[in-house]
């Protein structure tokens, strides 16, 4: 009897540690769920802040690429445009264009409403093979310009002059009628 006694004993006590050794696995297997949760939640935060700055940089990139596109575009197109004075009288626009070595058939001047384009050939000296550059600034070739005008102008009566390198263009401005009401 006594030896049934410490078997149940046995049972009843093996049965116990059993379930307390079911129940810590599950606790276990919980906490290593919470914990797996928590983690995946802190790498979505990490992946989120890294793609954050990921795209901030690449627009930081993108704005100083178009920054640079145009300087560069400035730079490059600044070489090939003549230089040229605007000016504004009451009844006409007058530019002032240099035009150093070009002759005056290598011109093309085309006008239209509020807009002329100013079109040049630079042609290249000829080179001879004794002729060492050092350095070498002067563009070639042909050049194209357009200018906005501030105002329409009359097409048909333009004028231009070309004399010591300097293209002169007048321009007469259309005149807005002014409308006077009369007050009763």
């Known amino acids: 009897d006594e030896m049934k006694e410490k078997m149940g004993d ?6 116990d540690k059993k379930d307390d050794v079911a129940d810590s696995v599950n606790e276990m297997k919980e906490n290593a769920q919470d914990k797996s949760d928590e983690m995946q939640e802190e790498v979505g935060k990490k992946r ?24 560069l575009s ?11 004075d605007i000016m504004e009288t009451n009844d006409s626009i007058i530019l002032k264009i240099d035009l150093p070595a070009v002759k005056k058939e290598n011109i093309e001047i085309g006008i ?20 060492n550059y050092i350095q070498k600034e002067r563009s070639y070739g042909e050049t194209k ?5 501030p105002s329409e102008i009359k097409v048909k009566e333009a004028s231009a002059k070309f004399q010591d390198s300097v293209l002169t263009i007048k321009l007469p401005k259309i005149e807005k009628e002014i409308h006077k009401i009369d007050i009763n």
Not at 10 to 15: A, E, G, L, P
Not at 114 to 128: C, L, V
Not at 145 to 149: M, Y
């Open 112 to 131: 239209a409403g509020e807009s002329i384009d100013i079109m040049a050939k630079f042609e290249e000296e000829s080179e001879d093979e004794d002729i």
């Open 10 to 15: 046995i049972k009843s006590s093996v049965s």
């Open 74 to 84: 400035d730079y490059t197109t600044a070489l090939q445009k003549p230089p040229a």
């Open 48 to 71: 989120t802040q890294a793609e954050k700055l990921l795209n901030d940089i690449m627009n930081a990139i993108k704005v100083k690429q178009v920054e640079v596109g145009k300087t």
């Open 145 to 149: 310009r357009t200018i906005k005008l």
